[in-house]
């Protein structure tokens, strides 16, 4: 029996970076506002708004709260998702892993070109940005006061670092106050902040943006990843999407696209930074072994005939390569012990990919290493699982 060692371990992969320019095409502020509001990272959720203001106190009296948050809503600050796996230890901070490896990259590419930043900021928890906006309100409870406080920092709930994507940026000797006027800034900035594109981080509250909620800060960047930079850039790479350029994910997706498995998440879009679903990955399971005819009837009260990945929850479940007898949750993120259940009991059936050569390798369940379960799968991440099992 051949044996294939598929490993899901805690590193981080980061998409070939945007190629820093002596001149770049500017983002309008809107668009960088989206590029982070319009994402599905990995490793956030987003709470009901009741589970924000039922628990969390802002200044300690419900109907102030509630002015405090109409307020906020008015200025156009927005909920924001929260850590909801474990970060990683940077700096004296914790940061989610993608965004961390970016700091380290960034911090060590500024050095080396002379300038010297240092992590201000990263994760808040609800609970620590509670007390933060607190000690800004200072007891000025008025609607002026209220107004005051929310023009340089958010109320628990509304700041992307519960995320763990967002850092605050400083050069050391110098006060936030007077970071514009830093040799770091001009680094970080110039050319529409290409430094900081090439690694994946954007202004996370821009000059010129209207109703995001704070004034400006210029110290505050957020990581969105690098795809998403280049097609806000209009960037145009073989693989016929905007967000994989060059590097191993690109002939992985490649494959992917060759085969008919996937056609992106957008138009011309594949969203490799992305948590997968785990319906998107039974669709993409389901056309690799090349889309078999299946009656649709399952068991699962969750998964409807009109949804688009209905006939691959149908057939893997004909197959008893999904369990269960109740739900599917097909909306729900795709962790790693579950792609590699699903991945290794295809593999028992002995099922050949459409348009490969031989049947998918052998598994032995002895040699699987899993990493974090607490993980997610982006799709860069899956594709490269998919092509990995199927032409091993």
């Known amino acids: 029996m051949r044996r294939f060692l598929l490993a899901f371990v805690v590193v981080l992969l980061l998409a070939p970076p945007v190629a820093a320019q002596d001149e770049v095409p500017p983002i309008d502020a809107a668009t960088y506002l989206s590029l982070f509001d319009d994402a599905t990272l990995r490793g956030v959720e987003r709470?009901?708004?009741?589970?924000?203001?039922?628990?969390?106190?802002?200044?300690?009296?419900?109907?102030?709260d509630q002015r405090i948050r109409e307020a906020a809503e008015a200025r156009g600050y927005r909920r924001q998702p929260v850590a909801a796996i474990p970060l990683?230890?940077?700096?004296?901070?914790?940061?989610?892993?993608?965004?961390?490896?970016?700091?380290?990259?960034?911090?060590?590419?500024?050095?080396?070109?002379?300038?010297?930043?240092?992590?201000?900021?990263?994760?808040?928890?609800?609970?620590?940005q509670a007390q933060l906006f607190r000690g800004r309100l200072a007891g000025r409870l008025s609607d002026s006061g209220i107004d005051s406080a929310l023009q340089f920092s958010a109320?628990?709930?509304?700041?992307?670092?519960?995320?763990?994507?967002?850092?605050?940026?400083?050069?050391?000797?110098?006060?936030?106050?007077?970071?514009?006027d830093t040799r770091a800034y001009a680094w970080l900035s110039a050319n529409d902040f290409a430094a900081a594109k090439t690694f994946g981080f954007i202004p996370s509250y821009p000059?010129?943006?209207?109703?995001?909620?704070?004034?400006?800060?210029?110290?505050?960047?957020?990581?969105?990843?690098?795809?998403?930079?280049?097609?806000?850039?209009?960037?145009?790479?073989?693989?016929?999407?905007?967000?994989?350029?060059?590097?191993?994910?690109?002939?992985?997706?490649a494959w992917l696209v060759d085969l008919g498995v996937t056609v992106g998440c957008a138009p011309d879009r594949y969203c490799p930074d992305d948590a997968i679903r785990r319906g998107e990955a039974a669709s993409m399971l389901w056309r690799?072994?090349?889309?078999?005819?299946?009656?649709?009837?399952?068991?699962?009260?969750?998964?409807?005939?009109?949804d688009h990945f209905a006939e691959a929850v149908a057939w893997l479940r004909s197959v008893d390569v999904v369990l269960g007898t109740s739900t599917f949750s097909p909306n729900d993120l795709l962790t790693p012990d579950q792609a590699f259940a699903l991945v290794v009991r295809l593999d028992a059936l002995g099922l050949k990919p459409a348009g490969l050569g031989g049947p998918v390798a052998d598994f032995a369940a002895e040699t699987v290493v899993l990493g974090d379960l607490g993980a997610q799968v982006s799709r860069g991440e899956f594709a490269s699982v998919l092509r990995a099992v199927a032409t091993a």
């Open 47 to 64: 709470p009901a708004d009741e589970v924000y203001d039922l628990f969390i106190d802002i200044a300690g009296d419900a109907d102030t």
């Open 88 to 128: 990683v230890p940077v700096d004296g901070r914790e940061l989610q892993a993608p965004a961390a490896e970016a700091w380290l990259a960034m911090k060590a590419q500024a050095r080396a070109e002379g300038v010297s930043l240092i992590l201000t900021s990263a994760f808040r928890d609800l609970n620590d």
């Open 155 to 180: 109320p628990p709930g509304y700041s992307r670092h519960h995320s763990g994507f967002a850092i605050d940026v400083g050069q050391g000797g110098e006060s936030r106050s007077g970071f514009i």
């Open 207 to 253: 000059e010129d943006g209207i109703l995001m909620g704070p004034d400006p800060e210029p110290w505050e960047l957020v990581w969105v990843g690098t795809g998403r930079i280049a097609c806000a850039l209009g960037a145009d790479f073989p693989t016929g999407f905007c967000d994989v350029g060059p590097g191993e994910r690109a002939d992985d997706v």
């Open 288 to 306: 690799l072994h090349g889309a078999p005819a299946t009656d649709l009837s399952t068991p699962f009260v969750d998964v409807y005939p009109e």
